[in-house]
């Protein structure tokens, strides 16, 4: 799920901001996202120095209102997001784990007692 990668990306979720929360605690900084809509298996996380990019994809369910009776549809809805950080971190430590919706990183910083 985590994979270091320096490339730039846009934020973008579909019709809604995940909402994220960055926490530096002692020597790594943390970042937690809020993805009720998303699977595991459907999440990225890609990892540079100063940013986190956040994407996957979102399970969406709409109602669809048929000819004879209702029915509900269940698509998906690709997203991104770039978060920044506020200390440099060395990416090729980075963890991640998903549960009950919320994604936690996990970032050892480069230099714990330097800012940026």
């Given at each position: 799920m985590?994979?270091?990668?320096?490339?730039?990306?846009?934020?973008?979720w579909g019709?809604?901001?995940?909402?994220?929360?960055?926490?530096?605690?002692?020597e790594a900084v943390?970042?937690?996202?809020?993805?009720?809509?998303?699977?595991?298996?459907?999440?990225?996380?890609?990892?540079s120095p100063l940013r986190v990019v956040i994407a996957g994809t979102n399970r969406v369910m709409a109602?669809?209102?048929?000819?004879?009776?209702p029915r509900r549809h269940e698509g998906a809805e690709a997203f991104q997001h770039t978060v920044?950080?506020?200390?440099?971190?060395?990416?090729?430590g980075a963890s991640a784990q998903y549960n009950n919706g919320i994604l936690e990183?996990?970032?050892?910083?480069?230099?714990?007692g330097a800012t940026v």
């Open positions: 985590v994979t270091s990668d320096n490339a730039g990306a846009a934020a973008s019709t809604r901001t995940p909402d994220v929360e960055v926490i530096e605690e002692g943390v970042v937690l996202a809020d993805l009720p809509e998303a699977r595991e298996e459907d999440l990225r996380v890609d990892v109602a669809v209102q048929a000819s004879e009776a920044p950080l506020p200390r440099e971190v060395l990416p090729e990183i996990i970032l050892p910083k480069r230099d714990p």
